[in-house]
């Protein structure tokens, strides 16, 4: 099992910059490759980000590159996502994910964090 938490949501303005923490636990998490997503009203559920516990190896989606970043910090088992630029249409619900490899379904999930970019 693995417990996913994340943390960090909130209201901004459009520009502002904002940074979402995701703690991780669980026996098998350093198993898995954490990824952030994201789901706005109406909208499928749309991936961002993904790194590896092990050498740190990044994705990226086209839609957020460069304005995006994920890390992470082994010692504490957290995940970051660094939102920076943020526009109005960035305003969903993130969530934190663990996933066994890159492009499949994740197996875990956490409750998610609401982001509102205001004009």
């Known amino acids: 099992q693995v417990q996913l938490v994340e943390s960090g949501g909130g209201l901004v303005q459009a520009g502002d910059s904002l940074r979402l923490s995701c703690a991780a636990s669980g026996r098998t998490v350093s198993r898995y490759t954490m990824g952030w997503y994201r789901q706005a009203p109406g909208k499928d559920r749309e991936f961002l980000a993904a790194i590896r516990w092990t050498d740190g190896n990044t994705k990226h989606a086209d839609s957020v590159k460069g304005r995006f970043t994920i890390s992470k910090d082994n010692a504490k088992v957290m995940v970051y996502l660094q939102m920076n630029s943020l526009k109005t249409e960035d305003t969903a619900v993130y969530y934190c994910?663990?996933?066994?490899?890159?492009?499949?379904?994740?197996?875990?999930w956490g409750q998610g964090t609401q982001v509102t970019v205001s004009s």
């Open positions: 994910a663990a996933l066994i490899r890159y492009g499949v379904r994740p197996d875990y």
